[in-house]
């Protein structure tokens, strides 16, 4: 097994390449996550680990304080190597690590590395439906859904700013909270989530309102080799909210992933009761959980 350090184009191939070959609902990460995490580069130490020229491991810092880990379930020995490094790079204590509770593997390594599960962290849940019998969009008067075009980049990024304005998600927590800045989503960072593979524009989806502008959208990955979309992101211009937006471009994505070639879909919304409106959003919409994620941190 050999490791060396990460830094982009190939490298990324290669931790997708990873991910997909041991990909399954039961597995934290999919190749869109990678794909729409990392368009702009990593943004931390990130490491990858070979046998014979295959990927089976990686590791990311994606903060000073936290980690992405990805190990074959077929080599769990690896899991090992990856946290010690992880505490070579970080620049403080050992960054926490977040698994998915199914991956049996990396619980038992961090468990005997010394972490434990933060039972006050935020959590994900884990969700998947199939894709047959899906209902079809339902829409007000007047409001469109549709793939994006490739003359539309700045309307595209527009539409994610103002869906993912921090003002706009504390207005959604339980009870809200009132936070400043802005989506650092921009054409020209759109432009590199069109060029990361696997991007199709065919399963990025947008609601149009009456007079033209972006309304709503959900944007579909998909994992050819087994048949698996996700969604990620999804999200509507708080101007128009409430009028079932969201859920229409998300079944609009689901449509294209079945066409494409996908059998079933993947999403992942908290599960924290702080932070519902997501999670009511793909319940309604047939998801339903399979895993949770669950962040560990090394105990002082």
Do not use: K
Not at 62 to 91: C, F
Not at 213 to 231: K, Q, S, V
Request: proline share 9%.
């Amino acid at each position: 097994m050999r490791r060396h350090d990460a830094d982009g184009g190939a490298d990324l191939r290669s931790m997708q390449a990873a991910v997909q070959r041991a990909w399954s609902p039961s597995q934290r990460w999919h190749v869109g996550d990678l794909a729409w995490q990392c368009h702009a580069g990593f943004g931390g130490p990130t490491a990858l680990w070979t046998e014979h020229g295959t990927p089976i491991a990686w590791a990311r810092l994606e903060s000073p304080a936290e980690a992405g880990v990805h190990v074959d379930p077929a080599r769990p020995d690896a899991a090992d190597a990856v946290l010690a490094w992880l505490g070579t790079v970080a620049p403080g204590p050992a960054p926490a690590v977040t698994v998915l509770d199914t991956e049996t593997h990396l619980v038992d390594a961090l468990r005997r590395n010394g972490y434990r599960p933060d039972d006050g962290a935020l959590y994900f849940l884990h969700c998947e439906r199939s894709l047959d019998s899906l209902p079809a969009p339902r829409l007000p008067a007047g409001y469109t859904v549709r793939a994006v075009r490739a003359d539309e980049t700045a309307a595209r990024a527009a539409v994610h700013r103002a869906a993912w304005r921090p003002a706009r998600i504390g207005a959604l927590l339980v009870p809200p909270v009132a936070l400043d800045g802005e989506s650092g989503m921009s054409a020209p960072r759109y432009r590199a989530v069109t060029a990361a593979w696997p991007y199709r524009a065919e399963l990025d989806q947008v609601v149009v309102a009456p007079g033209g502008a972006f309304a709503a959208f959900a944007l579909g990955w998909l994992d050819e080799a087994n048949a698996a979309g996700e969604l990620e992101p999804v999200g509507t211009d708080p101007r128009y909210a409430r009028r079932g937006l969201a859920a229409a471009a998300s079944l609009a994505c689901l449509h294209a992933l079945r066409t494409a070639g996908a059998t079933r879909a993947v999403v992942y919304p908290r599960g924290d009761p702080a932070y519902p409106v997501p999670r009511r959003l793909y319940a309604a919409l047939g998801f339903r959980p399979v895993a949770r994620t669950v962040t560990y941190r090394r105990a002082a």
